[in-house]
DNA sequence: CTGATAGGTCAACGTTATTGACGTACTCTA
DNA sequence: TAGAGTACGTCAATAACGTTGACCTATCAG
C-alpha cells in the first residue's frame, strides 16, 4: 500500500494528532471540570455563541448525537444561568438557544485558552504553518467519512 | 486579547480540529465496532505494535488511564488472540505486551485507513502542507499542557 | 528478611452515550 | 377543521468506559 519509509511518516502523522488533539483539549477540560462540566457543554456553548439562536434540532445535527444525550446538558447550562431556551416567535414548536452574559464569559474563558494556545502554536511552527494547517483540516472535514 | 479578525481566525482554527478530529476517528471507529471494540484497543494496537515488548506500566503511561481501566481492553485483545502478555525475561515482574499476526493485520486494517485518508487529504492540501501540519502538531504535543 | 515495585482484581460508582417508546404542543394541508 | 406531520421532551433500560479505593500476589533489590 504505502513503502516503508512513506508509511513511517503516515503513522507519525497519526500518532501528531491522537497526541495533539489531546493537548488541544486537556486545558478546557480541566476548567469545565473545576465546574462540573464536560466538553459536551464546551460544544453546546460555543456553537450557541457562533449561531445566536440555534434550534435543538439544528445542534442536533451538528453535535451528531441524539436528543436524549443533549437534553441534560443544556438543562445543565439552563439553569446555571448560561443559556436560555425560548420557543420561536414564528414556529413555536421550535426552540431557540441564546447564550447569556455568564455563559459567553465561560465560553470566552474557554476559548481564550484555545486561542492563545493556537496561536503560540501556529508562530512556534513557523511562516505559513497555519495556512497549511487549515488546510488540511479543511480538506479533512469536507472528507464523507465525517459522520455529521 | 485578540482583534476580532484574528479571534474569528482562531475560533475557525478550533472548529477544524474538532470536525477534523471527529472525521478522522470516524472511520476506524466503525470498523472496531463491528468486532465489539474501541479507541482504547485500537491506541493498544498501535503502541504494541510500534514497541513491540511494551511493559503494561509504559502502556499505562502512554494512555493516561488507569490501570483498572486498561485491564478490560488488554484481556479483550489477549482472548481474542491478538496480543500475547508475557513476563520480561530479567525482571519477572514486568509483563511484556506483543502483538501476533491477527493484531497486526487488524491493526494494519485500521492504521490503513487513516493512513490513506491523511496522504488523500495532505496531497489535496497542496505543496508543503504535510510537514506544516506535523509541525503545528508536534509544537502541540511538546506543549506542557498535554497531561501525559 | 524486609521494603519497594509491577501488576491483577474486586467492588462501588459516575458520566456519557445509546435505543425504544411514548407524550405534548404546534403547524400545515387537504 | 380534522388529521398528518414536525419539533421537542421525557421515562426507562442498557452499555461502554472511565474513576477511586482497597487489597492481593509475585518478584526483585539491598
Redesign the interface.
Do not use: C, K
Given at each position: 500500500?504505502?513503502d516503508p519509509n512513506?508509511?513511517r511518516?503516515?503513522?507519525?502523522?497519526?500518532?501528531?494528532?491522537?497526541?495533539?488533539?489531546?493537548?488541544?483539549t486537556?486545558?478546557p477540560d480541566r476548567l469545565l471540570a473545576e465546574r462540573g462540566l464536560g466538553r459536551t457543554h464546551h460544544?453546546i456553548l460555543?456553537f450557541v455563541r457562533?449561531d445566536d439562536g440555534l434550534s435543538i434540532g439544528a445542534l442536533l445535527d451538528i453535535l451528531?448525537i441524539t436528543k436524549q444525550a443533549l437534553h441534560r446538558p443544556i438543562k445543565d447550562l439552563e439553569s446555571q444561568g448560561l443559556i436560555v431556551i425560548a420557543p420561536d416567535a414564528a414556529d413555536r414548536r421550535v426552540r431557540r438557544l441564546t447564550i447569556t452574559d455568564g455563559g459567553r464569559a465561560l465560553e470566552a474563558e474557554l476559548?481564550?485558552a484555545?486561542?492563545?494556545?493556537?496561536?503560540?502554536?501556529?508562530r512556534?511552527?513557523?511562516e505559513?504553518?497555519?495556512?497549511?494547517?487549515?488546510?488540511?483540516?479543511?480538506?479533512?472535514?469536507a472528507?464523507p467519512?465525517?459522520?455529521?
Open positions: 500500500m504505502f512513506r508509511e511518516e503516515l503513522r507519525a502523522a497519526i500518532e501528531d494528532f491522537f497526541f495533539g488533539y489531546r493537548a488541544f486537556a486545558l460544544r460555543h457562533r451528531g476559548t481564550d484555545q486561542m492563545r494556545l493556537l496561536d503560540d502554536t501556529f512556534q511552527a513557523g505559513g504553518a497555519e495556512a497549511a494547517w487549515r488546510a488540511v483540516m479543511d480538506s479533512l472535514r472528507n467519512s465525517d459522520p455529521r
